[in-house]
Nanobody, 123 residues
Framework: QVQLVESGGGLVQAGESLRLSCAVSGRTSSNFAMAWFRQPPGLDREFVAAIPWSSRTARYSNSAVGRFTLWRDNAKNTVYLQMNGLNPGDTAVYYC????????????????WGQGTQVTVSS
């Protein structure tokens, strides 16, 4: 059974940074993509960033590009989302999302979700 465990959320002030982590266990496929989504208060869940397990090329939403960086450590089965220049608009529950894909890249969402971690940015 695939499990995703997120960590790194918290309360920060505008302009500060946070790093989220997502550790994967039970992965059965070598071609396993991972992504982050977020759900702001009262809004729908939205895509933030994604990266295939076999590639170093990450993809970002327009709101994340230039501020967020996604990378993975295959030895630790973990992906990291570095978030810089946070603003109150980034306040949301952040969800790790992962699953097997059949090609080098397929857009998320994937099969499995983490429990979510709260990120709150004060002005």
């Amino acid at each position: 059974q695939v499990q995703l465990v997120e960590s790194g959320g918290g309360l920060v002030q505008a302009g500060e940074s946070l790093r989220l982590s997502c550790a994967v266990s039970g992965r059965t496929s070598s071609n396993f993509a991972m992504a982050w989504f977020r759900q702001p208060p009262g809004l729908d869940r939205e895509f933030v960033a994604a990266i295939p397990w076999s590639s170093r090329t990450a993809r970002y939403s327009n709101s994340a590009v230039g501020r967020f960086t996604l990378w993975r450590d295959n030895a630790k089965n973990t992906v990291y989302l570095q978030m810089n220049g946070l603003n109150p608009g980034d306040t949301a529950v952040y969800y790790c999302n992962a699953g097997p894909i059949d090609s080098d890249y397929e857009p998320p969402p994937y099969d499995y979700w983490g429990q979510g971690t709260q990120v709150t940015v004060s002005s």
